[in-house]
């Protein structure tokens, strides 16, 4: 009621029927093309089932569409930008920051909770330098 809420997933819609999983649709494909390839048909007594989302980060900066995005298992830091409509044509490509939430396990100050990670942006898109992104 009222839209999505931002604790489900945009990336794994299901679609119930007969109390098996008939389709998952990823709406990512409907709103950052405005179609998709393999449009579903809702029959009677389907149900929708939206579980939480996955792996989330956000971009923000120099990008047509800065927003926050779930990522599937697999995507890039390149998606990611993809997602983000790309660069715009004033963006600084030699450097960009990752602030990264700290995991419980791997804070050695508990009151660390947030590093910054330094990157070449150049380097990256030419995939000569990787880039791992963390939920949250």
């Known amino acids: 009621m009222g839209g999505p809420h ?11 029927r007969h109390g098996n999983i008939a389709y998952s649709v990823d709406l990512y494909e409907y709103l950052l093309k405005g179609y998709s390839a ?15 989302r996955g792996k989330t980060v956000s971009i923000a900066g120099e990008v047509h569409r800065p927003a926050i995005y779930e990522l599937r298992e697999g995507e890039t830091f390149q998606d990611l930008l993809s997602f983000a409509g ?3 044509a ?10 990264r939430v700290v995991p419980f396990e791997d804070r050695e100050d ?8 330094d990157y070449d942006l150049a380097s990256v898109l030419k995939g000569d330098q990787p880039v791992s992104l963390a939920d949250g």
């Open 6 to 16: 931002t604790s489900g997933s945009l990336r794994n819609v299901q679609v119930i």
């Open 38 to 52: 393999g449009d579903v048909q809702l029959r009677s007594n389907d149900n929708v089932f939206i579980p939480p």
């Open 110 to 117: 508990p009151l660390q909770v947030r590093s910054v990670l």
């Open 86 to 88: 790309g660069l715009r």
């Open 90 to 99: 004033e963006a600084y490509t030699r450097r960009f920051q990752i602030e």
